[in-house]
C-alpha cells in the first residue's frame, strides 16, 4: 500500500491555496465544504474566487507566494500553472513537515486529494496515488450509482442513537445482527422517503422488539421495457437487498442477473393461452415471504402502475398491514418509441399522448373509440398484438384515417428489437407477414411515420412503399 488512507478533520484549521484559477476553484469547494479556514494566495484572481472573497467565504491575497505564508497552516495545496513554483512550494512544505498537494503532480504531493461519494456524515474517499486519476473519477461515478442517497441520514441517525443501541444490545455480536436487520429493514425506506420523524420511530420499535422475529417489506419495481441500463438507481439498490424477487415473464435475463446472487427468484409471468399464476397466488407468496421476514422485490416490466396491475398489489399489502415502497420504471411506450425513433408528442402533429390496452375482447369493447379515432393524437396500444384486426376495424369505423401511419415494436429497447411499420388499412397484413409476437407496442399515429428516418438503434424499421408514398418525411 503506497499511501495511507486518512480522513482529516479540517474544521476551523487554516489551510492555504497558491493560485486562483478553475483549478484551484474546485480545491477550494472542496475544503470550504469540508469546513476549513481558507486562504487563497495570488496576485491576480479567477472569477469563482473572487466571488467567494466577497461573499466572506475566504481571505484572498493578492500576492505573490513567500515561505512565511506556510507559517500556522495545517495543509497547503499547490494550484498554479507555474511548475517550478509548485516545486518550491512543495519543497518548503517538506521542509515544515506540512502536508502538501501539488495539483496534477503526484510525486511532489505528500497527500492526494481523493474522488469522493459524499453522503455526510458517510464518505467514500478513492485514489489511486495519481497514476490514474480518470480511473478514480470513473469508479466514484460508479459507486455513486450504487450508494443509496438516504445512507447520509442514516448514518447521522444511528450516530446519534449509537449509545442507546449499545445499552439496549450489549453483546457485540447481536448488534452486528441487529445493524444488519436495520439496514434491510423499514428504517432506511422511511429515510428514502424524506420521513425523518418515522425513521427514528422505526428504530425504536427495532430496539423494543430486539430479540422478536424480522420484519418483511415488500418493494415494488418496475423494471423498464427491457435495456437494463434503464433501470434507475433506486430498482439496483432494490435488486441488490433482495431476499426473494417475484419478477414477470418480461423481465429481461439480464435484469435479474443485477440482483444480489444469493436472492430466491421466482417466476410469476403471465402469458396469453397458456397456464399461469394467479394473481391471488402472487398475493398469497407476497405475504407468505413477507411473513417470514423477507425483503421481497415485486418485480414488474415496464412501470408497474402503467397496466401492471400494481396498484392492486399495495392494495393487498396495505390491508395485510404490510410495509411497501413503489420504485417507478420507464413504461413501454416511452422506451420502444425513443428507442425506435419515434416522438409522442410533436408540435406539428400530435398534442397528446393516449395509453392503452388491448389483452383482451372485454377490454376493447370499454374503450372510447371515437375519442381514440380523432386526428393529431398519438395512441400507445399495450398487449394488443392480438387484437390488431379489432384495432384496426374499430378506428376505421370511427374515421381514424387509413392512411395514419403506425410502427410495430417488437421487443423495444433489446437487442433483437425490430420495428415494423406501415399504414391503419394495412396493420393486420403488415403484422402477420413479418410474423410479429408478444411483446410487442403498437404506436398509431402521425409520429409513427418518423421511425424510418429517426431509428437510431437496432435494424431499420421494415417500411413498406404505402408508408413513403402517404408521409413524404418518412422517405
Given at each position: ?214 420484519r418483511g417489506s415488500v418493494v415494488l419495481v418496475g423494471a423498464g421495457a427491457g435495456d437494463p441500463g434503464l ?36 417466476a410469476v409471468g403471465k402469458e396469453a393461452g397458456h397456464p399461469s399464476i394467479g394473481q391471488d397466488q402472487i398475493h ?192
Open positions: 500500500m503506497h499511501l495511507f488512507p486518512l480522513f482529516a478533520d479540517l474544521r476551523q484549521r487554516p489551510v492555504l491555496v497558491v493560485g486562483a484559477g478553475e483549478v484551484a476553484a474546485r480545491k477550494v469547494a472542496l475544503l470550504l465544504a469540508a469546513g476549513a479556514e481558507v486562504t487563497v494566495l495570488a496576485p491576480r484572481s479567477g472569477p469563482a474566487i473572487t466571488d467567494l472573497a466577497r461573499a466572506g467565504s475566504l481571505h484572498y491575497q493578492a500576492e505573490r507566494y513567500a515561505s512565511h505564508w506556510l507559517d500556522g497552516r495545517w495543509l497547503v495545496v499547490a494550484a498554479t500553472a507555474d511548475a517550478a513554483l509548485n516545486q518550491r512550494i512543495a519543497a518548503d512544505a517538506l521542509q515544515r513537515r506540512l502536508f502538501v498537494n501539488v495539483v496534477d503532480d503526484a510525486a511532489l504531493s505528500s497527500c492526494h486529494v481523493p474522488a469522493i461519494v459524499d453522503r455526510s456524515p458517510l464518505l467514500v474517499a478513492i485514489s489511486s496515488g495519481g497514476s490514474a486519476p480518470m480511473l478514480a473519477r470513473w469508479l466514484r461515478q460508479r459507486l455513486e450509482a450504487l450508494l443509496d442517497a438516504a445512507l447520509g441520514p442514516l448514518a447521522a441517525l444511528l450516530q446519534r442513537q449509537r449509545e442507546r443501541i449499545r445499552e439496549h444490545v450489549p453483546d457485540a455480536a447481536t448488534r452486528r445482527g441487529f445493524y444488519t436487520n436495520l439496514l434491510n429493514g423499514p428504517v432506511l425506506a422511511h429515510l428514502r422517503r424524506a420521513q425523518a420523524e418515522q425513521a427514528e420511530r422505526a428504530l425504536e420499535r427495532s430496539l423494543q422488539a430486539q430479540g422478536t422475529a424480522a433501470l434507475t438507481l433506486n430498482a439496483l439498490r432494490a435488486l441488490n437487498e433482495a431476499d426473494v424477487i417475484l419478477h414477470d415473464r418480461l423481465v429481461a435475463p439480464e435484469i435479474l442477473d443485477l440482483a444480489r446472487r444469493d436472492a430466491q427468484r421466482i398469497a407468496l407476497l405475504l407468505a415471504h413477507v411473513r417470514a421476514g423477507r425483503r421481497v422485490v415485486r418485480l414488474k416490466g415496464g412501470d408497474p402502475f402503467v397496466f401492471g396491475r400494481g396498484g392492486e398489489e399495495l392494495e393487498f399489502l396495505r390491508s395485510h398491514g404490510v410495509d411497501y415502497e413503489v420504485v417507478p420504471g420507464i413504461t413501454a411506450a416511452l422506451a420502444c418509441a425513443a428507442y425506435a425513433g419515434i416522438p409522442l408528442t410533436h408540435r406539428e402533429h400530435a398534442q397528446s399522448v393516449r395509453l392503452v390496452t388491448a389483452h383482451c375482447r372485454e377490454s376493447l369493447d370499454l374503450l372510447d373509440w371515437a375519442a381514440l379515432a380523432q386526428e393529431r393524437q398519438t395512441l400507445a396500444i399495450y398487449m394488443g398484438v392480438a387484437a390488431l384486426a379489432s384495432v384496426r376495424e374499430r378506428l376505421l369505423a370511427h374515421g381514424r384515417a387509413a392512411a395514419t401511419p403506425f410502427a410495430l415494436i417488437e421487443n423495444g429497447s433489446r437487442p433483437e428489437q425490430r420495428v415494423v411499420t406501415g399504414t391503419l388499412d394495412e396493420l393486420p397484413q403488415r403484422a402477420r407477414a413479418h410474423n410479429v409476437t408478444s411483446p410487442a407496442l403498437l404506436i398509431l399515429g402521425e409520429v409513427a411515420a418518423f421511425a424510418p428516418t429517426l431509428h437510431w438503434f437496432g435494424a431499420a424499421p421494415l417500411t413498406p412503399a404505402s408508408l413513403t408514398q402517404a408521409w413524404p418525411h418518412a422517405a
